[in-house]
């Protein structure tokens, strides 16, 4: 009887030490607290479609939760055109240009306002206004803004995805935990990273920004691909697409590379978009393109701008698989219907006889309405799922192939 009790007693122990380390494993590389800076505030977020980390706040006075996405890829800070009017929030005109994907545009400002987050006061920042609608589309929630580098570089930021939290920090002297990597990226308001990029016999090493506002993983100019002749005809897949910028809907191509490094860590098969640079904002041959947060959200981040240092550490999503399905189908949340905005040529989609301005009611029975929940629905390549679409006030079944990209 005693043995069998201190057995249990030993097995308990064991059984709380292992918990205890799996704890302290998910939750390290990013807590701070204890060394000499001091914790300002923690906050939960959460993610969205390729990973994109969503913030809720308030600003000013006003009393309604605003929505904003947490954007390494932002020079500065910004606000959507409606939420602006919504609240009654004087623009001031300016002959400030912001550049994007597909567009460059002139932008007012909304000046000295104040961004509220829990446990902490943001005051004098000055927003860019843009519109935000076809964004929140895309992600199936209203989207009121972007929080870059105006918050990011007055603080050190963690993000741990383990936990969807945000922790922030004044800025002081930072002891980076053991079992991550340090990465040194040159700032000017957007972080850039070099990085080699390995496809058939070539290895390139290029510089990417390091954008945590982009839902993909890998994003590449296509002047970059065509001077270096990175892809390798009848081993690389490339499937027309579409994607969003700051200009709107604009056509991309979408392959995989065989492998992406980032300090040590290496990724295989990386889905790839390649875009035309239009707008320069790449300034090809300084960038080859970006890195995207389905990739950076398998880490968890220490941002610490003043240092110029961002610091990664391997979380629990590491070693998540790729997307690779492809339908060709394009949906955007619109007027809280999900709406086929678009078919490519050719695609499954295409080919299951579906059409723009298809509203789609049900995938496999699910009739949610969840923009998220029908793309996850649509993501297991190789399954046939059923559709039900709205067309003219006729429901129609249809029945899609899930292809790969690979």
Avoid: W
């Avoid at 989207?143 to 004044?170: M, P, Q």
């Avoid at 290029?206 to 970059?224: P, V």
């Avoid at 610490?304 to 550490?313: M, T």
């Avoid at 995938?363 to 003219?392: A, C, H, I, W």
């Amino acid at each position: 009887m005693i043995r069998s009790q201190s057995l249990s007693h030993a097995l308990f122990g064991i059984l709380l030490l292992i918990s205890t380390l799996a704890a302290r494993a998910q939750s390290s590389g990013v807590d701070l607290e204890g060394q000499d800076v001091s914790l300002i505030t923690k906050f939960p977020f959460r993610q969205y479609y390729g990973g994109v980390v969503v913030i809720r706040a308030t600003l000013n006075h006003y009393p309604d939760t605003l929505q904003f996405i947490l954007d390494t890829g932002s020079a500065g800070i910004s606000l959507d055109t409606m939420a602006c009017v919504r609240l009654g929030i004087k623009l001031t005109a300016s002959d400030r240009v912001v550049r994007g994907l597909g567009a460059s545009k002139v932008v007012s400002f909304a000046q000295n306002n104040t961004l509220n987050l829990p446990g902490l006061k943001v005051d004098s920042l000055n927003f860019h206004v843009n519109d935000y609608e076809l964004i929140s589309q895309v992600y199936g929630l209203q989207i009121d803004g972007i929080i870059g580098y105006s918050f990011l570089s007055r603080y050190i930021v963690t993000v741990n995805y383990d936990n969807e939290e945000i922790g922030v920090y004044a800025k002081g002297k930072v002891r980076y935990p053991r079992g991550g990597h340090l990465l040194k990226p040159s700032i000017s308001n957007i972080p850039i990273v070099a990085a080699p990029l390995r496809n058939g016999k070539q290895t390139l090493d290029q510089r990417y920004y390091f954008d945590t506002g982009a839902g993909m993983c890998l994003l590449l100019c296509n002047q970059f691909v065509q001077d270096s002749s990175i892809l390798v005809k009848k081993k690389n897949k490339v499937i027309q697409t579409e994607a969003q910028g700051l200009g709107g809907k604009m056509t991309m191509s979408i392959t995989t590379m065989q492998e992406f490094r980032i300090g040590p860590y290496a990724f295989r098969n990386v889905p790839t978009y390649l875009f035309d640079d239009i707008t320069n904002i790449t300034s090809y041959p300084s960038l080859a393109g970006m890195i995207g947060n389905d990739l950076l959200r398998r880490f968890n981040l220490i941002i610490n701008y003043e240092k110029k240092e961002i610091y990664l550490y391997p979380n629990t999503h590491y070693r998540d698989q790729f997307d690779y399905s492809y339908t060709g189908l394009i949906m955007y949340l619109i007027d809280g219907r999900v709406e086929i905005t678009d078919v490519i040529k050719a695609s499954p989609a295409e080919k299951a006889g579906l059409r723009k301005g298809d509203i789609l009611v049900a995938v496999n029975n699910n009739f949610s309405s969840s923009l998220q929940v029908y793309r996850e629905l649509l993501k297991n390549v190789g399954s046939r799922p059923t559709l039900l679409v709205m067309r003219d006030k006729e429901l129609l079944i249809k029945r899609i192939v899930v292809k790969s990209i690979l």
